[in-house]
């Protein structure tokens, strides 16, 4: 049972996220996360201060249910189909995170130094995760869409857009993974 | 229940993603220093098994569920939109090691310190919603 509560390989679960873009191309709809952070904006009343949320989110109310869909799925992957033998990343990768005082997953699949409760009461540790917030809402929504949109919908659909969004999201993960990582952990 | 069709879809991607370990910072860093396959393998294997679905619903003029004609949209023409905004998004990926769709997920697994990130997500999509007509697209 170790193919189902382990990692799942990577071939399986590409071939799933793929089967899940052409599921909802199926439904008539399009495959994409971060535009339900604008709807959710619109909820909360944004279109009085921007003509940019002034839409109706009902028409978005599918879109929600994937997302809600998606929370419980984290949840039952999480409590009733993992034996903590995942995330066996490489041990360089390990040893490489302790010089920067991340402690290794262990089965985790996040980092206590970046989202234990601890982490997150410190002012240091607050700031990490509402900056990495805020360039994750305002990057997708200027780029028009996320991993999913552009690396998943876009490329599949071979659109020239999307892979200059996807050399945007590589040269901006590889900027913070080499750069400014070791600098905003070294001296933690 | 029209909605219970995409609830449904959503668990199957909520699991999927979550045993994928996509959902990871440590997956994420590992990627970005080119230090497992993995995640390429599950890009590249979803990237092949979309680009050969949509080929064949286009070929074949396959009917949606609705039995309507399937329309792709296609992506609008630019270009300082998608390398400006997908960097600063590149950038808040490999720091809190999510995208829009994990932050649901990984809520989901109990990782509470992810409604930060939610929240910064929602502040960032509003100022872009307020100063969109003043940057280059």
Redesign the interface.
């Known amino acids: 049972m170790n193919y189902?509560f382990g990692?799942?390989h990577?071939?399986i679960?590409?071939?799933?996220?793929?089967?899940?873009?052409?599921?909802?191309?199926?439904?008539?709809?399009?495959f994409g996360?971060?535009s339900?952070?604008?709807t959710?904006?619109s909820m909360?009343g944004?279109g009085k201060?921007?003509d940019?949320?002034k839409l109706d989110w009902r028409e978005q109310?599918?879109?929600l249910?994937?997302?809600?869909?998606?929370?419980?799925?984290?949840?039952?992957?999480?409590?009733f189909?993992?034996d903590g033998s995942?995330?066996n990343?490489?041990p360089?990768?390990i040893a490489?995170?302790q010089t920067l005082g991340i402690d290794a997953?262990n089965g985790k699949?996040?980092?206590d130094a970046?989202?234990?409760?601890a982490?997150?009461q410190s002012p240091k540790?607050?700031a990490?995760?509402?900056?990495?917030?805020?360039?994750?809402?305002?990057?997708?929504?200027?780029?028009?869409?996320?991993?999913?949109g552009?690396?998943?919908?876009?490329?599949?659909?071979?659109?020239?857009?999307?892979l200059?969004?996807?050399?945007?999201?590589?040269?901006?993960?590889?900027?913070?993974?080499?750069y400014?990582?070791p600098l905003?952990f070294k001296t933690a | 229940m029209k909605l219970a069709r995409f609830f449904l879809t959503g668990i199957f991607f909520g699991i999927v993603l979550t045993k994928a370990e996509a959902v990871s910072w440590y997956r994420i860093y590992e990627m970005f220093y080119f230090q497992s396959f993995h995640m390429y393998g599950i890009i590249g294997t979803a990237l092949f098994t979309g680009i050969v679905g949509l080929q064949i619903i286009k070929k074949y003029k396959v009917k949606d569920y609705n039995g309507l004609p399937i329309n792709i949209i296609e992506k609008e023409r630019g270009f300082w939109r998608y390398i400006i905004g997908g960097t600063l998004f590149g950038l808040g990926w490999a720091l809190v090691g999510c995208c829009p769709g994990p932050i649901f997920i990984l809520l989901g697994t109990g990782t509470y310190a992810i409604a930060v990130v939610l929240i910064g997500a929602l502040l960032g999509t509003y100022i872009y919603g307020l100063i969109k007509d003043k940057l280059p697209h």
Not at chain 1, 136 to 141: D, K, S
Not at chain 1, 164 to 178: Q, S, T, Y
């Open positions: 189902i990692t799942w990577w071939a679960s590409g071939f799933l996220i793929g089967l899940t873009m052409l599921i909802l191309t199926y439904f008539g709809k399009s996360m971060s339900n952070l604008r959710m904006c909360a944004a201060f921007s940019f949320f109310k599918w879109s249910a994937v997302v809600l869909g998606a929370f419980v799925g984290g949840f039952i992957a999480f409590y189909l993992s995942g995330v990343i490489n360089e990768t490489q995170l997953p699949l996040m980092p970046i989202f234990s409760v982490t997150l540790g607050f990490i995760l509402l900056l990495g917030g805020l360039l994750i809402g305002f990057g997708t929504r200027y780029a028009g869409g996320c991993t999913s552009h690396a998943i919908s876009g490329l599949s659909n071979l659109q020239l857009p999307s200059v969004a996807v050399i945007g999201f590589f040269i901006g993960g590889l900027a913070m993974a080499h400014i990582l905003i």
